[in-house]
């Protein structure tokens, strides 16, 4: 294997616990939570390979802070999932995204009876307990210090769906999270669920019918609304019973001809109050949305059609890097009463974007987002939505991650003063980094090596405790 960003997808078993990572520079000293990160890590068993990035084995990762500015402490666990053990044990990986029978075979139990538990996209708390979430319903609780693995987590309410959304979106002005479950049948439904702080108990929100549902990543929420965007990236459900397409993302189809869909949905009432039609497009994240002069207004990462999704095939992975990502920021204003939408780009070639966790639902004004991958390196950006101004950090060699912001204590929104925790493979030196920028500049404050390089990931928090 090379060494560039091949590294990225090689598999990763070393784990470690607790492990004072050497700094160069200054960790700023009000940071005294953990980062905890999720993704794939594991992407063969037996000597066979997973073919797309979605579908390596789930490993969790936590920096901790010590809140005086000395040091940060790494521990890496791989969740110890059924799908997990049944893979060392039998050599097989089973019941993915886009490999084989498995991800399939789980909707098709779904369907009738029983999923996979390959929590590798995102981390949640819940009721106090570290949940790992991935696009079924099943979840995994873990240790939040040790990140060992506790067994299956169970919410305790009667809500279910086939297709589970692992982006939730804790509303701290709410004091509870929103999440979003797709259900199949005759109609299908999109549900969306509101899930108060220290419960486990899902309430539902309200839902959208449809015949034929999409597959959706990510939703966007106001202060009022929750918005549920409907991409022409759909399947039909009778089509998981049908033998000859062999995994999940098989089954849906590209229909730029439905157009791109807004549904708005009141979050007291789950009416719908709106919906609103767009060009084509397809969207794994939204970035925020609110509420402005009787407009809705959404950013969200769009790409052209849902191409992105075969780019992330391992085997097409050099493309992905040397053609970069048709991912743009995008805003678009939805008219509350009416139909009509208008929108603009704000910065081109990103994803993976993230915001301060005080500015959900509210009118805010800085964007952090990996750019696009290049051949020898990417670049973390910071986009400001109310002049379209932007930064960048980068640096050769290096494949920043999903960059994490996290607000200065005393700092009051929608302020750029705290830090960008981003981990980054750093090919030349065969290791990951992480990296602590400064939010207002992007400067590098701090950067602190892991002891070895981690497979690109997905999804991380910052959890204030823990
Ligand atoms: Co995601």
């Known amino acids: 294997m090379e060494a560039g960003f091949e590294l990225g997808f090689a598999s990763l078993s070393n784990e470690v616990r607790d492990r004072s990572l050497p700094v160069e520079g200054t960790l700023p000293d009000w940071l005294d939570g953990a980062l905890v990160r999720n993704g794939p890590a594991t992407f063969e068993a037996g000597g066979e390979r997973v073919h797309h990035w979605f579908d390596g084995l789930a490993m969790l990762h936590r920096f901790a802070f010590d809140g005086r500015g000395d040091t940060v402490s790494y521990t890496n666990r791989s969740l110890r999932s059924e799908t997990y053990r049944r893979a060392m044990a039998t050599g097989e990986i089973s019941g993915q995204f886009a490999t084989g029978g498995g991800y399939l075979r789980r909707v098709r139990q779904l369907l009738f009876g029983d999923p996979t538990d390959n929590c590798n996209v995102h981390v949640a708390r819940v009721d106090g307990t570290l949940v790992a979430m991935t696009e079924v319903p099943r979840y995994v609780a873990c240790d939040p210090d040790t990140l060992e693995t506790r067994g299956e987590f169970a919410f305790a309410d009667a809500l279910t769906g086939h297709v589970n959304c692992a982006h939730v979106l804790p509303d701290p002005h709410r004091g509870e999270t929103v999440g979003l479950l797709t259900t ?139 053609h970069g990502s048709d991912g743009h920021l995008r805003r678009f204003r939805v008219q509350i009463d009416g139909q009509a939408v208008a929108s603009e780009t704000l910065y081109g070639g990103c994803e993976l974007p993230r915001i301060a966790r005080e500015d959900r639902t509210r009118e805010y004004r800085y964007v952090y987002t990996q750019g696009a991958a290049e051949p020898d390196g990417n670049h973390v950006a910071k986009v400001d939505v109310t002049t379209g101004e932007s930064d960048r950090w980068e640096e050769s060699g290096l494949f920043a991650e999903e960059p994490v912001f996290v607000r200065a204590p005393d700092a009051e929104r929608p302020s750029d003063e705290g830090c960008v925790l981003v981990t980054a493979l750093n090919t030349d030196e065969g290791r990951t980094d992480l990296l602590v920028l400064d939010g207002e500049t992007l400067d590098e404050r701090a950067r602190a090596p892991l002891p070895h390089a981690v497979p690109f990931g997905f999804h991380g928090r910052y959890f204030e405790e823990w």
Request: glycine residues 6%; without cysteine; aromatic residues 14%.
């Open 184 to 322: 199949f049948g005759r109609p299908s439904e999109h549900t969306f669920y509101r899930l108060p702080d220290g419960s486990r108990s899902r309430e539902r929100i309200g839902s959208v019918a449809t015949e034929s549902p999409a597959y959706l990543h990510s939703f966007a929420l106001t202060e009022r609304f929750v918005v549920l965007t409907e991409h022409p990236f759909v399947t039909t459900p009778a089509s998981f019973l049908l033998p000859g397409r062999e995994s999940f993302v098989d089954h849906y189809e590209w229909k730029p001809e439905r157009g791109t869909r807004f549904h708005v949905l009141d979050r007291e009432t789950g009416e719908r109050v709106a919906t609103a039609v767009t060009d084509p497009w397809f969207v794994f994240h939204h970035v925020n949305a609110f509420e402005a002069d009787g407009e809705l207004v959404v950013d969200l990462v769009a790409y052209p059609n849902a191409d992105v999704v075969d780019g992330l095939y391992l085997s097409e992975a050099s493309d992905w890097f040397e």
